[in-house]
């Protein structure tokens, strides 16, 4: 660790994950990631999402309420190395906060943010993906947008990978999502995690909606989820998952369709699948640790 570095990270939990569960459909597909909570922070106001039972709601509604470990970033580097993790993905709310810490840990960095903050450049030097939230669907509070499209296109000019995430109560007004696609660019993934689907009709037509005018969306709302991956010029399949997991994955060498050689945009190495061992474990595609179980001494 270089002199000077930081020895802890503050965090609620720590997993072992695909980054498919992140979700990251394009970024290292088939490896296995260090995971790290960082827990919602307490950053003086909190949100209310009508009851709608997201991860990212609850990090909203209850900031500062989770309890907190320090976890020495050494043991946290072991774990990597024992599980050939590629990358780390820091959770939470505006999760990039805590980049300069976790850089030591000396794997690339993915990292969240829903608006409420945003980052330096400096600091996005450090990260190489970003997953960014767009919550405004549910909250009401379209300045969010507009802050996480300024923090999106900043994470582009500097060459991070972005794939986002919108989130919405029902499949009934796909325009709703029309702010966050005006601030992607072409190629970049979204997935669209739905409360309530309202049957696979609603779900199917958004998915078909969203699809005409942007590649590639995923829609996440079990039973009718729209994991699968279809090349955007002849249609061929080229992966297929189910929630959190890679079943299999079949590109060109060139990581281009094998069928028609369309470029398929990826970022860092691919494998077929999530491999068998973190199955075992983690099923839907993230194990999830007691700090406690790895020295985390808990703060008060």
């Not at 005409?212 to 249609?235: A, N």
């Not at 190495?269 to 985390?296: C, F, H, I, K």
């Amino acid at each position: 660790m270089p002199e000077g570095a930081a020895m802890w990270i503050e965090v609620v939990a720590v997993g072992l994950s695909t980054p498919e569960s992140a979700p990251l459909y394009h970024y290292r597909p088939g490896s296995v990631s260090l995971r790290l909570y960082t827990g919602p922070r307490g950053l003086g106001v909190s949100y209310d999402c009508g009851g709608v039972g997201f991860d990212v709601c609850e990090w909203l509604e209850k900031p500062a309420s989770f309890p907190r470990y320090r976890v020495r970033l050494d043991v946290l580097r072991r774990l990597g190395e024992r599980w050939g993790a590629e990358s780390v993905i820091l959770d939470g709310l505006e999760s990039w906060s805590y980049a300069s810490i976790v850089s030591s840990v000396g794997l690339p960095l993915v990292v969240r943010s829903q608006g409420l903050e945003k980052p330096s450049g400096e600091v996005l030097s450090l990260v190489d993906a970003l997953i960014a939230d767009y919550t405004y669907p549910i909250l009401g509070k379209p300045e969010l947008n507009s802050s996480l499209g300024e923090t999106v296109r900043l994470a582009y000019s500097m060459g991070v990978w972005v794939e986002a995430a919108a989130y919405m109560e029902s499949p009934l007004e796909p325009e709703m999502l029309a702010p966050a696609l005006d601030a992607l660019e072409p190629g970049t993934p979204l997935h669209v995690f739905i409360a309530d689907p309202m049957g696979g009709g609603p779900v199917s037509r958004l998915w078909k909606t969203l699809s005409s005018s942007h590649w590639p969306v995923y829609i996440h709302s079990p039973p009718y989820s729209q994991l699968d991956t279809f090349c955007p010029s002849c249609g061929t399949v080229l992966a297929t998952r189910s929630e959190g997991v890679l079943t299999a994955l079949e590109l060109a060498q060139n990581g281009g369709c094998p069928r028609c050689g369309r470029e398929i945009p990826l970022r860092g190495g691919w494998g077929r699948s999530t491999p068998r061992r973190l199955r075992a474990v983690a099923p839907e595609g993230v194990y999830w640790l007691d700090p406690r179980s790895l020295g985390g001494v808990p703060i008060r």
